[in-house]
């Protein structure tokens, strides 16, 4: 089984900047959708950004112009650049990856804390 690890969360004030990874043990070739959703205190999950079919983008109307989705596929890794950050940002961070059959993994998360 594929297993996701993700990295880079923290503790930052407003107005900084966090990049977070999700690096796949297996190759990102066959991967359909890369994308980063973050559930907030008390909050469902939500998606923040996504790759589609290798080239389509999509980002929340809230993060849009402040966050960077990106990948390098020779590292196996999709990568989250967030800046402008608000406290309104401060969630656990997921990545998932889903082939083209729709079969996705989850990362265990990583925490980002936004301080007024």
């Known amino acids: 089984q594929v297993q996701l690890v993700e990295s880079g969360g923290g503790l930052v004030q407003a107005g900084g900047s966090l990049r977070l990874s999700c690096t796949s043990s297996?190759?990102?070739?066959?991967?359909?959708?890369m994308a980063w959703y973050r559930q907030g205190p008390g909050k469902q999950r939500e998606l923040v950004a996504a790759?589609?079919?290798?080239?389509?983008?999509q980002y929340a109307d809230s993060v849009k112009g402040r966050f960077t989705i990106s990948k390098d596929d020779n590292k196996n890794t999709v990568y989250l650049q967030m800046n402008k950050l608000k406290p309104e940002d401060t969630a656990v961070y997921f990545c998932?990856?889903?082939?083209?059959?729709?079969?996705?993994?989850w990362g265990q998360g990583t925490q980002v804390t936004v301080s007024s």
């Open positions: 790759i589609f079919n290798g080239d389509r983008i």
């Open positions: 998932n990856l889903a082939n083209v059959y729709g079969r996705g993994t």
């Open positions: 297996g190759s990102l070739l066959d991967i359909n959708t």
